[in-house]
């Protein structure tokens, strides 16, 4: 996809993406450990020039 600007062809990125997603979270008086993954199961970015890749995120919570 792409913009005409002032005669000068400006593309733009846009797409989708779509993940599966597995997490789990713990929490034991107080203290909460938890995390996920994120697989990516199907993308269309910026016409095919970008790419997501999987993810993980892991996280600690303290109360005070």
Do not use: C, D
Request: aromatic share 10%; proline share 2%; charged share 10%.
């Amino acid at each position: 996809m792409f913009w005409r600007v002032r005669r000068t062809l400006l593309y733009v990125s846009g797409g989708h993406a779509a993940s599966l997603i597995l997490g789990a979270e713990f929490t034991f008086k107080g203290l909460s450990l938890g995390a996920n993954f994120q697989k990516v199961a199907s993308q269309n970015l910026a016409g095919g020039r970008a790419s997501a890749g999987n993810r993980m995120m892991v996280h600690v919570s303290l109360p005070f």
